[in-house]
């Protein structure tokens, strides 16, 4: 199994920062990672697939870089709508996710 | 665009089998691929297994022995079966669609059903 791991598992900012998260993966998984929003109650929403390419419909302020083994996702201007619980997801060999980073709004 | 919706009994007894069904709405087509996952408070999100339009099923190797997958496509049906569960199946069940224009990530989730294994 390839492992993912993101961090940091929570994080506080304010309206307006840049938030970054890390997700490692345990060997290579080229450029085959996406992210998801998820939100209490509801399915994750797929963000970013292929590393950095955004889903139809998502905000410019989201976005992803990386490939091999070490990804990043970024919200360049936090917004109050952006507290959620956000996970990475490998696709190179089956599919496993990361733990997942909590946002929270200061 | 697709919309996915699982059903299936909330309540499941130990050592019984787990049925799921995702209700597809829309289209149906090649190159649709169906993925069961399923989210705990203690292991997050497990990918559990998907299943092709054409029927071809790929499962997670940790539950491959205890699960199968099968769609019918004239009901817009795919279906889970979870053999001999235990209180560690307690989860809330996804089903979610990698499809054409997203050929390995999941751009549709339906919104989840909560099963609890419990005597």
């Known amino acids: 199994d390839i492992q993912m791991t993101q961090s940091p598992s929570t994080l506080s900012a304010s309206v307006g920062d840049r938030v970054t998260i890390t997700c490692r993966a345990s060997q290579s998984v080229s450029i085959w990672l996406a992210w998801y929003q998820q939100k209490p109650g509801k399915a994750p929403k797929l963000l970013i697939f292929d590393a950095s390419t955004l889903e139809n419909g998502v905000p410019s302020r989201f976005s992803g870089s990386g490939s091999g083994t070490e990804f990043t996702f970024t919200i360049s201007t936090l917004q109050p709508d952006d507290a959620a619980t956000y996970y990475c997801q490998q696709y190179e060999s089956w599919w496993t996710f990361g733990q997942g980073t909590k946002v929270e709004i200061k | 665009q697709v919309q996915l919706q699982e059903s299936g009994p909330g309540l499941v007894k130990p050592s019984e089998t787990l049925s799921l069904t995702c209700t597809v709405s829309?289209?149906?087509?090649?190159?649709?691929?169906l993925n069961w996952i399923r989210q705990t408070p203690r292991k997050g999100l497990e990918w559990i297994g998907f299943v092709s339009s054409s029927g071809n099923a790929k499962y997670n190797p940790s539950l491959r022995s205890r699960v199968t997958m099968s769609v019918d496509p004239a009901k817009n049906h795919v279906s889970l079966t979870l053999h001999s569960v235990t209180t560690a199946d307690t989860a809330l069940y996804f089903c979610?669609?990698?499809?054409?224009?997203?050929?390995?990530?999941?751009?549709?989730w339906g919104r989840g059903t909560m099963v609890i294994v419990s005597s």
């Open positions: 829309g289209d149906f087509s090649t190159g649709f691929y």
């Open positions: 979610a669609a990698a499809v054409p224009r997203v050929p390995k990530a999941f751009a549709v």
